[in-house]
């Protein structure tokens, strides 16, 4: 989800909302999606802090069915604003139609040109993984309260294929970067979220409000810092542009754009406004996504030592205590990636995914869905649902194995990366760079809580948009080499 994403849309009064539409299990509920029925629990209700304002205008809906999300819509909601765009609808994140179509295929098709997902790109992963492990090792046996040197060791993996270059961990610059979209998290999830709840305060509430209290003058002057270093970095590419030598992606879409600059139809634009918000969505999601699982996972690990001793086991049993875990080792490491999953499905990081909009009337349930309702996927009730997971509320990377201790790979309810067609674009790297990272830390270090420290799951409730969690220190102790 950007750093300009916003949640609105217009609806006119539905039946009303409660907790259960009482459709559990009923045949007549026969929804398609990847041709399988769903016939488990359903209900839509607002979000909790205005469940029962259900006569507003701009609503919101919870779908706990998530592949029922589909059949609704693929377009987002509108937007409050997108600096410099003139009210154009761009980037990978916030556009709809044609422009989000191209734009979507456009990355996906030259990020794995690069490298994305590919086997060719696990050197890039692995330089910054030993880059990370000599900057924990430098800390270790001692309280690490994880600074942004995480974000700057994730980031340079889609750094490389996005503008092809590379920080080293502990730049200034980059970290400054991290810490301003790190803020910029908090703040849209605190009292400015009403605006996104309730679009039409906007015009309404006095300026003073909004920058004093809902800090909106200082999450616009965040996102125009970040955008400015970006407006540079598409400036150096463009002065040095070798069209027959394309290095990264924002290369290719310079070439493309040149190469369309005569067809009016044209979504990629010379005036590469849309890059910028493409570079930014991109650069945004790159430093918070897996650096935030990351986090989750060294809590994870400190918290619960009896699993990360059996994963500690398992990668011992297959990789040399001198050597570093690589994707070849991964179909001999199940434990290891049911933990990683298990991680995934506890934490939730995005609990409501993204939020789509119906782009028609639709009828859901026995609800009326008007056109320009806001729809979001229940994506945490899965999680937690006993119907996919025998233990919900434990800590159980078996959920993740079969009766043989193979690795499940495709889990019914498993969604951490979302579905459908604005699925995470970037799944398929996230999950080579978790394995890659978690896999060496724990064959590196062991992960402690400090002395007379409790550590916790428990998430800010104050931010209800993400599960991040609370700020929190482990300890990262030298394992024996031999």
Known sequence: ?????????????????????????????????????????????????????????????????????????????????????????????????????????????????????????????????????????????????????????????????????????????????????????????????????????????????????????????????????????????????????????????????????????????LDYKDLLVSVSDLFVTGIQSTSTTLRWVFLCMALYPDVQKKVQDEIDSVVPRDSLPALEHKDRLPYLRATICEMHRRASIAPMGMFHMATEDTTLAGYNIPKGTVVGAYLENCHYNKKYFEKPHDFYPEHFLDDHGKFISKKEGYIPFSIGRRKCLGESLAKMELYLFTAAILHRFTITPPPGVTLTTETDKTKPTFNFTLPFSVIFTKRPTT
């Open 1 to 269: 989800m950007g750093l300009e994403s916003v949640v609105s849309g217009g609806a006119a009064p539905v039946p009303p909302i409660c907790e259960s539409a009482g459709h559990e299990n009923d045949p007549s509920l026969p929804y398609k999606f990847s041709n399988r029925s769903f016939t488990n629990t359903l209900f839509l209700k607002l979000l909790d802090h205005i469940r029962y304002q259900v006569t507003f205008k701009n609503m919101i809906l919870k779908v706990t069915c998530p592949e029922l999300i589909d059949a609704i819509s693929y377009d987002v909601p509108p937007q409050k604003r997108q600096g410099g765009t003139q009210g154009r609808r761009v980037g990978l994140v916030g556009s709809n139609g044609l422009v989000w179509q191209n734009g979507r295929r456009f990355a996906l098709r030259h990020l794995k040109d690069f490298g994305m997902g590919k086997i060719k790109l696990e050197g890039t992963i692995e330089r910054e993984v030993s880059a990370l492990l000599d900057h924990l090792g430098n800390t270790a046996g001692k309280p690490n309260e994880l600074g942004h040197n995480i974000n700057v060791a994730v980031v340079n993996v889609i750094w490389k294929l996005v503008a092809d270059r590379r920080y080293d961990i502990n730049d200034e610059e980059i970290s400054y970067f991290a810490s301003l979209i790190d803020s910029d998290f908090d703040e849209i999830q605190g009292p400015m979220a009403l605006l996104d709840h309730m679009p039409w305060l906007i015009p309404l509430l006095p300026q003073v409000i909004k920058n004093k209290w809902m800090n909106v003058n200082k999450v616009i002057q965040h996102i125009n810092t970040v955008c400015d270093f970006l407006r540079k970095v598409i400036e150096d590419h463009r002065r040095t542009l070798d069209p027959s030598h394309p290095r990264d992606y924002i290369d290719a879409y310079m070439i493309e754009a040149e190469a369309q600059k005569d067809n009016p139809e044209s979504t990629f634009r």
